[in-house]
């Protein structure tokens, strides 16, 4: 029998070395940075979206099915070989898991491992208390006098894509190009096109998961939950974007697509980044000072809330008993892959915001 899947034992083999190679090369940022993240990814990435970007569905959605079709498939001839088939069972697991460990790191994951966003940008990452208030307060007037310019009361929720869902996402999709031209004047390595946006096949299972979108690493699509209010699909559809482009980190990816919004001539853009920002901001300020928070959140229209109570009523329709599982999935995912916060390490997008602005005023 091993001499018949030779091959296979060899590619298994293979995982624990690629392992130790990651977390070699994990050790040199600089390199990564240079050489991978600003070198190979940017050819593999244009690539990808280049062969899979023109499909009007995900091919990666479809992939994954068919994956987790032939597993199960795997499974039941297990169980109905009474396990006398184990070991080639074991084999072929471990064959497919380096495969798509190895495909996962060449092909997008080392993204994981190069610079922090701060030190390509030349800011710093610590911040006061008080710099976060001068940032809130920023964020208030601007998402307040975007809300006004909306054409809404202060007291209604702006509704996005109300006439047409469907027609409206796929406007998202156009005009989140726009956002990323313009900030390419800032940001150079911002080079999106072509475009490789899709509304995710698997919606239901994403929202059970908690997830508004998701960029498959292997043929480079993004994906927005169309499931999620409306309201978040701008900044949800530049977040993804913003892995495509190399931002592996949840944190800077939230930052970029906060960039990418505020650069967008339309006004649902800015506001949808804008309020997502402020967000962010608040919820951090309220661990610092609570009573600061809430001096701060009496200055924001309730139109805003209704937004945020929009989303947070969503998820928990989405409340189910395996979440605790996802969440503690995706946090170790997070320590495994430079995020040794888990999910908190999110916050650190606040001290990108508050640093950035510092440094160009004029952000918001």
């Known amino acids: 029998m091993y001499k018949k899947h030779k091959l296979s034992i060899?590619?298994?083999?293979?995982?624990?070395?690629?392992?130790?190679?990651?977390?070699?090369?994990?050790?040199?940022?600089?390199?990564?940075?240079?050489?991978?993240?600003?070198?190979m990814y940017p050819i593999i990435s244009k690539g990808f979206r280049y062969v899979f970007g023109w499909l009007p569905f995900s091919f990666g959605d479809i992939m994954y099915v068919v994956l987790i079709c032939i597993a199960l498939r795997e499974m039941v001839l297990l169980f109905k070989n009474r396990f006398k088939?184990?070991?080639?069972?074991?084999?072929?697991?471990?064959?497919?898991?380096?495969?798509?460990?190895?495909?996962?790191?060449?092909?997008?994951?080392?993204?994981?491992?190069?610079?922090?966003?701060?030190?390509?940008?030349?800011?710093?990452?610590?911040?006061?208390?008080?710099?976060?208030?001068?940032?809130?307060?920023?964020?208030?007037?601007?998402?307040?006098?975007?809300?006004?310019?909306?054409?809404?009361?202060?007291?209604?929720q702006v509704i996005f894509g109300a006439n047409d869902r469907a027609t409206y996402r796929d406007q998202v999709f156009e005009q989140t190009l726009d956002g990323y031209t313009s900030l390419k004047s800032k940001f150079p390595t911002l080079n999106y096109p072509p475009s490789s946006i899709k509304n995710s096949l698997l919606r239901y299972p994403l929202s059970i998961m908690g997830y508004s979108g998701y960029l498959n690493p292997i043929t480079n699509e993004a994906h927005i939950n169309g499931m999620v209010p409306a309201h978040r699909w701008p900044v949800v559809s530049c977040h993804e974007q913003a892995h495509q482009l190399g931002f592996a980190k949840e944190n800077e990816a939230n930052f970029i697509a906060v960039m990418a919004t505020q650069d967008n001539k339309d006004?649902?853009?800015?506001?949808?980044?804008?309020?997502?920002?402020?967000r962010y901001c608040i919820n951090d300020l309220y661990r610092r000072d609570k009573v600061l928070g809430e001096q701060l959140t009496e200055k924001m229209h309730s139109g805003i809330f209704k937004s945020y109570k929009a989303s947070s009523d969503f998820w928990d329709k989405m409340d189910n008993p395996l979440e605790p599982v996802f969440d503690l999935f995706y946090g170790n995912y997070l320590k495994a892959n430079n995020q040794p916060a888990g999910l908190k390490s999110y916050s650190y997008m606040v001290a990108l915001l508050v640093n950035y602005d510092k440094k160009y005023p004029d952000t918001f």
């Not at 624990?16 to 991978?36: G, N, S």
């Open 267 to 278: 006004l649902y853009f800015k506001y949808s980044g804008s309020i997502f920002a402020l």
């Open 10 to 39: 060899i590619i298994a083999l293979c995982l624990p070395l690629q392992m130790i190679i990651v977390r070699f090369l994990a050790k040199f940022p600089h390199f990564v940075e240079q050489w991978y993240s600003n070198g």
């Open 85 to 156: 088939t184990f070991k080639l069972f074991i084999i072929k697991t471990a064959a497919l898991a380096s495969i798509v460990y190895g495909t996962f790191y060449i092909l997008w994951g080392m993204n994981y491992y190069r610079l922090p966003l701060h030190e390509s940008l030349g800011i710093e990452k610590e911040y006061t208390t008080e710099e976060l208030v001068a940032l809130a307060e920023k964020l208030i007037i601007r998402s307040n006098a975007l809300h006004t310019q909306l054409g809404v009361n202060d007291t209604v």
